[in-house]
T-cell receptor, first 114, second 115 residues
Framework: DTAVSQTPKYLVTQMGNDKSIKCEQN?????MYWYKQDSKKFLKIMFS???????INETVPNRFSPKSPDKAHLNLHINSLELGDSAVYFC?????????????FGPGTRLTVT | AQKVTQAQTEISVVEKEDVTLDCVYE???????LFWYKQPPSGELVFLIR??????QNEISGRYSWNFQKSTSSFNFTITASQVVDSAVYFC????????????FGKGTHLIIQP
């Protein structure tokens, strides 16, 4: 069984559209994250979510919003997509907030905005 | 602020050579953790190792070894007898702050193992 899964793997859409990426983890972890990897492979944290507490990276536009229906899921919703949103988005999970816990990543979703 | 520097953008070696990937970090914390991740061409991110600042012993796992030196703020990764399957981008990372802040990653080193 896949530990952290994301759907879809590829997403191609036009500017201005709204889209969602789903993430599920079956590791029983308490904390989930969203990262963005740009075209130069640079990875940057977007959100951290633990037990209904959300930490938002200050650089993330408010067009991006995470939604967690339960502990095992953290979906990413993006409004009014822009060309600059094209990237690979990774979901991750860890056992808890503590900074010593390793994070396990999903396979990534490649978003292309045209 | 937390910072991770991987100065080697790309390394190319011939199979069976040993190769070392460098990682230098800056942290405001007195105790901290460091991580290495592998991103093969298929794109997923694979956790390799976690190290805490209390333990400066070198870690070895098969052909992989890690050298942590607190005095030089480095956490280098060596692959012995490299194989084509080791070709990937390797990232060094440390917590951005508390765990809730996620990880700060270096820019990665693209390792190419030529047959």
């Amino acid at each position: 069984d896949t530990a952290v899964s994301q759907t879809p793997k590829y997403l191609v859409t036009q500017m201005g559209n709204d889209k969602s990426i789903k993430c599920e983890q079956n590791l029983g972890h308490d904390t989930m994250y969203w990262y963005k990897q740009d075209s130069k492979k640079f990875l940057k944290i977007m959100f951290s979510y633990n037990n209904k507490e959300l930490i938002i990276n200050e650089t993330v536009p408010n067009r991006f919003s995470p939604k967690s229906p339960d502990k095992a899921h953290l979906n990413l919703h993006i409004n009014s997509l822009e060309l600059g949103d094209s990237a690979v988005y990774f979901c991750a999970s860890s056992q808890g907030w503590d900074r010593g816990y390793e994070q396990y990543f999903g396979p990534g979703t490649r978003l292309t905005v045209t | 602020a937390q910072k991770v520097t991987q100065a080697q953008t790309e390394i190319s070696v011939v199979e069976k050579e040993d190769v070392t990937l460098d990682c230098v970090y800056e942290t405001r914390d007195t105790t901290y953790y460091l991580f290495w991740y592998k991103q093969p061409p298929s794109g997923e991110l694979v956790f390799l190792i976690r190290r805490n600042s209390f333990d400066e012993q070198n870690e070895i796992s098969g052909r992989y070894s890690w050298n942590f030196q607190k005095s030089t703020s480095s956490f280098n990764f060596t692959i012995t007898a490299s194989q084509v399957v080791d070709s990937a981008v390797y990232f060094c990372a440390l917590p951005s702050g508390g765990g809730a802040d996620g990880l700060t990653f270096g820019k990665g080193t693209h390792l190419i193992i030529q047959p």
